[in-house]
């Protein structure tokens, strides 16, 4: 019984072996096939690292000494003569604004990541003010409005102006001129404000996100797909998003052009897109704004290529802005996030 048993298992081995002889394999695929599955394995175990927490700023996994400063909130330039912009890449989350016509201006807001270099950085407007104080960062700019001005001395924001700090440089390697070629690093800037005096722990309110990525329409019957997103702030000035569904990111473009970052060439990308709808008007001659950044209203968020409507509150200057769906406070899927402060809604297409 026993010579038995030990024929049959080595008349089905060398059956095995004739198998795997006869199958014709290319050696590049196979081993592609093997990097494939250690990079798999390398992700899921960095993944899952007990080391790490949940960031509050864009709800994916860092070391703590990572998310342990104070977040830095940088005013970008965004005039056609300023791009591309350096460091938007590694933002957790970027808003843009309407400045005077027909431009507009970012608002990134840093935390865990540090880029080679960042800018080129631009001047203070309140309503950009309000948002970097949301999110408790050390406001980063180059001059402003005398509404700014004001704001940053009555709010007692800490802020750091280009026009006095030495934390800041004028760049001309890309063929960038003043008032478009003031950059920084994250590094000088957080010197900068320990010397100022300024605190240096992080005190915001997080925002609220799923464990993973998830449709929309899993959870909301009224929402509608969404992979091509239109943002029209004037006939010279749009921005727009293509859902990729292989990467489950959008890849961003402005005024029809490939958005990239300065520092990798690579084009920049969206897992969270809100736009918040908040009336303006025009404040004096030159055409600075007013925007109605507190109070409530209507706005979109997209994911994973879907959209739904949702409303926003923001109850003061330092309060942080809530989203809501249905009366439910808003779970963003975990990534970077960009807001788009639109005059209307209506002003947003999509397909």
Not at 26 to 37: A, F
Not at 109 to 114: D, E, G, N, P, T
Not at 117 to 130: K, L
Not at 270 to 294: C, F, H, T, W
Request: charge should be negative; include cysteine; proline fraction near 4%.
């Amino acid at each position: 019984m026993k010579k038995l048993l030990i024929f049959i298992l080595a008349v089905f081995m060398l059956a095995s072996c004739s198998e795997k002889t006869n199958q014709v394999i290319d050696p590049e695929l196979e081993k592609e096939e093997d990097i494939s599955d250690i990079e798999e394995i390398e992700t899921e175990i960095e993944e899952d690292d007990p080391n790490k927490i949940v960031s509050p700023l864009d709800g994916l996994k860092y070391y703590p000494e990572e998310l342990s400063l104070r977040p830095v909130a940088v005013s970008l330039d965004n005039h056609p003569r300023a791009r591309w912009q350096a460091g938007l890449k590694d933002a957790e989350i970027v808003f843009e604004f309407q400045v005077e016509f027909p431009y507009t201006r970012y608002l990134a807001i840093y935390l865990a990541k540090q880029p080679e270099m960042v800018g080129p950085v631009r001047s203070a407007r309140p309503y950009i003010i309000y948002y970097a104080l949301e999110n408790d960062g050390i406001f980063v700019h180059v001059g402003g409005s005398e509404d700014a001005f004001s704001e940053i001395k009555r709010l007692q924001a800490a802020e750091i102006d280009g026009l006095y700090s030495g934390a800041m440089w004028r760049y001309n390697d890309t063929g960038k001129y003043a008032p478009h070629n003031m950059y920084t690093t994250l590094k000088s800037i957080r010197d900068e404000a320990k010397r100022m005096g300024f605190r240096t722990e992080a005190n915001f309110e997080k925002y609220n996100f799923n464990e993973k990525s998830s449709k929309l329409s899993d959870n909301y019957k009224d929402s509608f797909k969404a992979n091509k997103i239109n943002i029209e702030y004037n006939k010279d000035n749009t921005t727009d998003y293509v859902y990729n569904n292989d990467s489950r990111l959008y890849f961003r473009f402005k005024d029809k052009e490939e958005h990239i970052d300065e520092l990798n060439k690579e084009q920049l990308t969206a897992k969270n897109i809100i736009v918040l709808e908040q009336p303006k008007s025009v404040l004096d001659s030159v055409g600075r704004l007013y925007l109605e950044s507190m109070g409530t209203g209507k706005g979109i968020y997209f994911t994973e290529g879907e959209g739904v409507f949702i409303t926003w509150s923001k109850k003061s200057e330092k309060d942080r802005t809530r989203f809501y769906i249905n009366d439910e406070e808003l779970k963003l899927n975990p990534g970077n996030t960009w807001i788009q402060i639109v005059d209307s809604v209506e002003s947003v297409t999509n397909e």
